[in-house]
């Protein structure tokens, strides 16, 4: 069993969190990591994903809804195309080809599986790191809501190898994620260093330099 593998293993489940939505948390994780391929991932993340009913759906749409709102305008309706994007245009993606057998046909192997296993390691404590005291509705309030955008995350940056963020999303300041020739570029790609939870550290976007 290899270092991290144990590590996330036998780590505590974060401190007075409920133990056994953070063993939910840790075995999707153990699942995932298995993967090899591209096609292997995808096919993992289809039945992760899966297991959400429509109900949690409707409960992570709802929160997405809540923290698109509170954005100022113009700003709000010009990034909300993409955040839906983000979730759910990449969970009905992921389906499609799973339900299209195409995961089979990708054998490539993951371009860079030193992160992707980083990621895994991340996860449980990703799930349980987001400040959510504020937070008046109970079913927001769920670390594994907070696992599907991971989920889809990990399908973004591993399966297709595009960054975690749709190309041409938007950032304040004016900035956007761009695509030149096979690569993408992001602004704010190492400004997120001190967040380990943060996708952008696993991004496959490159460093944007300003102008």
């Not at 270092?3 to 840790?26: F, M, N, Q, Y």
């Not at 992570?60 to 839906?84: C, Q, T, W």
């Not at 975690?164 to 300041?173: A, I, L, S, T």
């Amino acid at each position: 069993m290899g270092t991290s593998l144990k590590s996330a293993v036998e780590s505590p489940g974060p401190a007075g969190e409920d133990a056994e939505e953070s063993g939910v948390i840790r075995e999707a994780a153990l699942r995932i990591r298995t993967a090899r391929t591209r096609g292997e991932l995808g096919t993992l993340l289809a039945h992760e994903v899966q297991q959400y009913s429509l109900f949690d759906l409707q409960i992570i749409g709802g929160r997405l809804n809540n923290e698109i709102d509170v954005l100022p305008s113009p700003y709000r309706e010009a990034i909300r195309p993409y955040f839906h994007k983000q979730l759910f245009g990449r969970h009905h993606e992921l389906l499609a080809l799973h339900h299209r057998s195409a995961f089979g046909r990708m054998n490539t192997p993951l371009a860079d599986p030193g992160t992707f296993q980083k990621f895994c390691d991340m996860l449980t404590v990703g799930c349980f790191s987001w400040d959510d005291a504020s937070e008046r509705n109970p079913y927001f309030r769920n670390p594994k809501n907070r696992l599907f955008y991971y989920l889809m995350a990990a399908f973004s940056m591993f399966v297709l190898d595009e960054p975690g963020h749709p190309m041409g999303m938007p950032f304040p300041g004016g900035f956007k994620v761009e695509q030149r020739g096979r690569d993408y570029y992001c602004l704010i790609r190492d400004k997120e260093k001190e967040l380990v939870y943060s996708i952008c550290n696993f991004c496959p976007a490159k460093q944007a330099e300003e102008t």
